[in-house]
């Protein structure tokens, strides 16, 4: 039996696209995509945790598990959590349900960090990008990692800045942070225990908590990030993609 457990938190109730989830991509809702990724990465169980019946509904219909979780629960990671309690495996995989373009391989990457390094508490990944677009949008999330993978930072800005431009840097990539977490049963505890931190509430980016608390994240290198989908037009950005992969 496998000591991991992957679940997919999936809202109904998502305030910039409601029922997001449940959205058809390329003829199938786009939490299918990610469960289906999810399953072929063949690491262990995979569930979809969500707030709505409608949605284990769905789930279950195209041949998924779903679990109803709390309505109160205040963020994905609290949803993944309440889902993994009264479970065995110890190693917890956050894949979030609008991520319908989450490749299997990365999955079995974090698996594999998680497993091969036992001072890592939380595993990530990230993708190289010199688009100047994505390196400027604040919705792609940029990291700072030092040569051993660790995360040193993450941001909204521009990070890291260069200072000049030259021939040696202009081609250094920057980080772009795909959001999938891989969490030890005892970090995940630790982290939806801790209250929200300065970091976190200036950049509304959750993963700084983890961070200023002292926890060791590292992050796996991945070819590329496909779109996550948070409004309307991400949806349609995703049906070009898909299209176009």
Known sequence: MSDILIVIPARYGSTRLP????????????VQHVYEACRAANVGEVYVATEHPVVVEAVEKFGGKAVLTSDQCQSGTDRVYEAAQNRP??????????????????????ASLLQ??????????????????KINN??????????????????RSR???????TEENKNIPYWQHCGVYGYR????????????SPL??????????????????????????????????????????????
Not at 116 to 133: F, G, M, R, W
């Open 185 to 196: 049963r005892k970090a995940l505890e630790r982290f939806v225990n801790l209250p929200q």
């Open 89 to 110: 495996e110890q190693i917890i995989i956050n894949v979030q349900g609008d991520e319908p373009f989450i490749k299997a391989s990365t999955l079995q990457k974090i």
């Open 138 to 155: 604040p919705n792609c999330v940029k990291a700072v990692l030092n040569a051993d993978g660790k995360a040193l930072y993450f941001s």
């Open 19 to 30: 029922g997001k989830a449940l959205k058809l991509l390329g003829g199938k809702p786009v």
């Open 159 to 165: 990070v890291p800045y260069k200072r000049e431009i």
């Open 200 to 245: 976190e509430k200036l950049e509304k980016l959750e993963q700084l908590r983890a961070l200023e608390d002292g926890m060791t994240l590292k992050c796996v290198v991945i070819d590329s990030a496909g779109p996550a989908i948070d409004t309307a037009q991400d949806l349609q950005d995703a049906e070009v993609y898909l299209k176009q992969h």
């Open 116 to 133: 091969s390094d036992e001072k890592c508490d939380i595993a990530s990944a990230v993708a190289p990008t010199l688009d100047e677009e």
